[in-house]
């Protein structure tokens, strides 16, 4: 994938990035405001390219400065290639050759599980008649939007959240009635 999120830039700087260009955002945020749906979000104010995308930076700037004293770190010099993370859910055979000297006590996925998630994502982003049609904007136009995994918060069928609809209707019964 493309670095886009402050989550992103901070792993790359950890494991020893000197720098990042979060290409695919910059697309996005033009492809949206060329759509119009940068308008909308920018309380219907326009706002050029160059402009959306300082915006971002900053924000992105910000969060990483936040991710950083959270741990402590105050300069990116003592932050880059520190490694203080732990790989969760990757088999030994990818944190070994991709993660090297990383710490990783859960396994989970292994070069096989990664490979295929990767390529099911890619058909989900480029699907048969896309390919097809030759990428026309025709075909890009009924191109269906990728599905929303819930990574971020709710949503029905997504990844399980521990703060599920259910969940907050039983904890504020439980509070109303008193029900510990």
Same mark, same amino acid.
């Given at each position: &994938? !493309?670095?886009?999120?402050? /989550?992103? *830039?901070?792993?790359?700087? &950890?494991?020893?990035? !000197?720098?990042?260009?979060?290409?695919?955002?910059?697309?996005?945020?033009?492809?949206?405001?060329?759509?119009?749906?940068?308008?909308?979000?920018?309380?219907?104010?326009?706002?050029?390219?160059?402009?959306?995308?300082?915006?971002?930076?900053?924000?992105?700037?910000?969060?990483?400065?936040? @991710?950083?004293?959270?741990?402590?770190?105050?300069?990116?010099?003592?932050?880059? &290639?520190? #490694?203080? *993370?732990? =790989? $969760?859910? +990757? =088999? /030994?055979? @990818?944190?070994? $050759?991709?993660?090297?000297?990383?710490?990783?006590?859960? #396994?989970?996925?292994? *070069? =096989?599980? $990664?490979?295929?998630?990767? +390529?099911?994502?890619?058909?989900? %982003? *480029?699907? /048969?008649?896309?390919?097809?049609?030759?990428?026309?904007?025709?075909?890009?136009?009924?191109?269906?939007?990728?599905?929303?995994?819930? !990574?971020?918060?709710?949503? /029905?069928?997504?990844?399980?959240?521990?703060?599920?609809?259910?969940?907050? %209707?039983?904890? #504020?019964? %439980?509070?109303?009635?008193? !029900?510990?």
């Amino acid at each position: &994938g !493309d670095a886009r999120e402050v /989550h992103d *830039f901070a792993t790359l700087f &950890g494991f020893g990035s !000197d720098g990042v260009c979060p290409r695919m955002a910059y697309n996005a945020l033009r492809d949206l405001n060329r759509s119009g749906r940068l308008y909308a979000m920018n309380y219907r104010q326009h706002i050029e390219d160059d402009k959306a995308i300082e915006n971002y930076r900053k924000a992105a700037g910000l969060g990483i400065k936040k @991710v950083m004293s959270k741990m402590g770190i105050s300069t990116l010099a003592s932050y880059k &290639g520190a #490694q203080i *993370f732990e =790989a $969760v859910g +990757l =088999a /030994h055979e @990818v944190v070994d $050759v991709c993660f090297t000297g990383t710490t990783s006590r859960i #396994q989970g996925a292994g *070069f =096989a599980a $990664v490979a295929e998630d990767l +390529l099911t994502m890619h058909t989900q %982003a *480029f699907p /048969h008649t896309l390919r097809e049609s030759g990428g026309s904007a025709a075909a890009r136009a009924h191109t269906p939007l990728l599905p929303n995994p819930g !990574d971020y918060h709710y949503r /029905h069928g997504g990844e399980a959240h521990y703060n599920d609809p259910a969940s907050m %209707a039983e904890l #504020q019964y %439980a509070v109303r009635e008193h !029900d510990p």
